[in-house]
């Protein structure tokens, strides 16, 4: 069974910094890209960062200098490292990979797995 399994949400000040990590397991994870998605209550689901199988990142212009994404082909995880983090950027962070490539939401259905979200709360 394909599956993503994110972890490392949590409660963080701003100025504060988390990394979220997201375990894969079931498909051949180095071939896909891998990326985060969030979303913010009462706000729609916004693609954070990804990185294709050749290494190659992209990221949202709103995380841009504060966020890295990472992925460990040996550990099959990807991870997201957050650093001084914002009270905007506090919503339920999901995990996912695709086949096609990056940014995922150049794809009319992004994400062929997805991962269950994980908290971020940011607090002033």
């Known amino acids: 069974d394909v599956q993503l399994q994110a972890s490392g949400g949590g409660l963080v000040q701003a100025g504060g910094s988390l990394r979220l990590s997201c375990a894969a397991s079931?498909?051949?994870?180095?071939?896909?890209?891998k990326g985060w998605f969030r979303q913010a209550p009462g706000k729609e689901r916004e693609e954070v960062s990804c990185v294709t199988s050749d290494g190659i990142t992209y990221y949202a212009d709103s995380v841009k200098g504060r966020f890295t994404i990472i992925s460990d082909n040996a550990k099959k995880t990807v991870y997201l490292q957050m650093n001084s983090l914002k009270l905007e950027d506090t919503a339920v962070y999901y995990c996912?990979?695709?086949?096609?490539?990056?940014?995922?939401?150049?794809?009319?259905?992004?994400?062929?797995?997805w991962g269950q979200g994980t908290q971020v709360t940011v607090s002033s």
């Open positions: 079931g498909f051949s994870f180095r071939d896909y890209a």
């Open positions: 996912a990979a695709d086949f096609r490539g990056c940014p995922m939401t150049t794809w009319v259905n992004p994400g062929d797995y």
